[in-house]
């Protein structure tokens, strides 16, 4: 007959599965086991095996049948047994001839960039460690014991109520805490409004259908993912008054970014916020609002959410990717009333949840105030690398236009015609990485916004910024 024993983490710092099996006994059973178990090498040189009374207490064998398996491996030289050390597996110089061991490879370190000025991308070592340590801790120990149960697939109620009240504050936006719903970022949403694509083919399920208005510059990603889901995305011209809402008609939805567009810049024209509100109107329609930076803005006043226009035309999308850091994994979605039973039932009973106890670490870090002291003080600091990138380039590169710099985490250079390719692959020979504003296009945009590039400037340390704009302006085509 078989037994097996599994230690708890406690005794020896290790989990461990053994199994008594074989001739000759318990006691030479847990020999061969324990043997077998150093042979193989699940039990490592130097690991402490637990007090011989633990183990035939585990067992239910006799002390001393523990105690002679110990004394018979130390004599073999598999253990050793020292007063106050407790018995451990022996260090040995060689492994033994029967064993088989698989070479262990160290971690492969891919060689990254040595400017990293890609958009959307925050400055990590700026991340508020202590601040945030203190909410998680607060949040620790008040929550209640039901937020370590099944929870809710809105989301913990504590942090959609306190994001009531700080988008109504800070965004405008009009809701209560009913028609929130946490997910884990603006792609987890898009996923669960327009469903997920298979293996064999697009999404069946989702709450929208397309076709869906798109700005004819953004994301490839979120493009891709929506053709996953067997949406057809229709692109909209852009111009200086942000995308040309006129060319809406028989689609279903519009996805747009008004407070900042991505990644040109600039805010929806006031003219053209009403227009689109009035186009969901008498279409039925919906615009989904990416409110992807909303609190990042320099030289203008806050331009509020377009959700406060019309709470039943406009599903508000945030998160925390650009103010926190994209490691929470932390987003809402606003939601018109009649869609909130459709985006639960899609999201499922288990499946696709935040952590609760970021959840909960959020709310309290918002609600106490931190949040808002982060985002000032990042504010700022983005502001002066903002500053410092457009005076670099008027010192050095006077003709390089710099364009959509009011608000945000990145900049356009605008480039002279023909010579995107070719810098973007000159930055990546001196290891700086950038991205091309062609690799943002629609392609099925008719029309191009030019030649430039989409520089961030919030990813660099303090420390390595100057280095990497003085790297910057060494690669920029000359006039």
């Known amino acids: 007959m078989t037994e097996s024993w599994v230690n708890s983490a406690e005794r020896i710092g290790a989990d461990l599965h053994l199994e008594l099996s074989g001739p000759g006994g318990r006691r030479a059973a847990l020999t061969r086991a324990l043997r077998e178990a150093v042979r193989s090498g699940r039990l490592t040189p130097g690991t402490r095996l637990p007090p011989y009374r633990s183990l035939a207490a585990d067992l239910g064998v006799a002390r001393n049948t523990v105690a002679d398996a110990y004394a018979e491996l130390v004599a073999e030289g598999w253990l050793t047994a020292r007063q106050g050390s407790g018995t451990r597996v022996a260090e040995r110089s060689e492994p033994l001839r029967h064993a088989v061991r698989t070479p262990v490879k160290a971690p492969s370190r891919a060689r990254g960039p040595r400017h990293d000025l890609r958009q959307g991308t925050p400055d990590a070592s700026a991340f508020p460690r202590a601040a945030w340590a203190a909410s998680y801790r607060r949040a620790l120990q008040a929550a209640p014991n039901e937020a370590f149960g099944p929870g809710d697939p809105a989301g913990r109620r504590e942090l959609r109520e306190t994001l009531t009240e700080y988008l109504a504050r800070a965004r405008g936006v009009r809701t209560e805490p009913d028609r929130i719903v946490i997910c884990s970022g603006f792609a987890h949403a898009l996923r669960l409004l327009f469903?997920?694509?298979?293996?064999?083919?697009?999404?069946?399920?989702?709450?929208?259908?397309?076709?869906?208005?798109?700005?004819?510059?953004?994301?490839?990603?979120?493009?891709?993912?929506?053709?996953?889901?067997?949406?057809?995305?229709?692109?909209?011209?852009?111009?200086?008054?942000?995308?040309?809402?006129?060319?809406?008609?028989?689609?279903?939805?519009?996805?747009?970014?008004?407070?900042?567009?991505?990644?040109?810049?600039?805010?929806?024209?006031?003219?053209?916020?009403?227009?689109?509100?009035?186009?969901?109107?008498?279409?039925?329609?919906?615009v989904l609002e990416d409110d992807y930076d909303g609190e990042f803005r320099y030289d203008r006043r806050p331009v509020g959410a377009l959700q406060g226009l019309d709470p039943e035309r406009v599903i508000h999308l945030g998160s925390v990717s650009k103010s926190l850091s994209p490691a929470l994994r932390l987003g809402w979605m606003v939601l018109p009333q009649r869609y909130v039973e459709p985006v639960l039932a899609a999201k499922g009973e288990r499946e696709g949840w935040a952590s609760v106890l970021d959840q909960l670490a959020l709310a309290d870090f918002v609600a106490c105030g931190s949040y808002d002291r982060h985002v000032r003080r990042m504010r700022q600091r983005y502001r002066r690398r903002r500053d410092r990138l457009v005076a670099a380039l008027a010192a050095q590169a006077p003709h390089i236009e710099v364009t959509g710099i009011a608000a945000g985490l990145h900049a356009v250079l605008r480039l002279p015609p023909g010579t995107e390719r070719s810098t973007v692959k000159a930055a990546a020979w001196q290891g700086i990485a950038l991205d091309g504003l062609a690799g943002f296009r629609h392609p099925e945009s008719p029309t191009a916004a030019g030649d430039g590039l989409v520089v961030g400037y919030a990813a660099p340390a303090e420390h390595a910024y100057g280095a990497a704009l003085e790297a910057l302006c060494g690669v920029l085509p000359p006039e």
């Open 195 to 286: 469903g997920r694509g298979t293996p064999d083919g697009p999404a069946a399920g989702g709450v929208l259908r397309g076709p869906l208005g798109v700005e004819a510059y953004g994301l490839g990603f979120h493009r891709d993912l929506l053709a996953a889901a067997g949406v057809r995305t229709v692109p909209l011209p852009l111009d200086e008054h942000g995308a040309r809402v006129d060319a809406l008609g028989r689609e279903r939805a519009a996805l747009l970014t008004p407070a900042h567009q991505f990644p040109t810049g600039g805010p929806l024209h006031p003219e053209r916020r009403a227009a689109v509100i009035d186009w969901a109107r008498a279409r039925g329609a919906v």
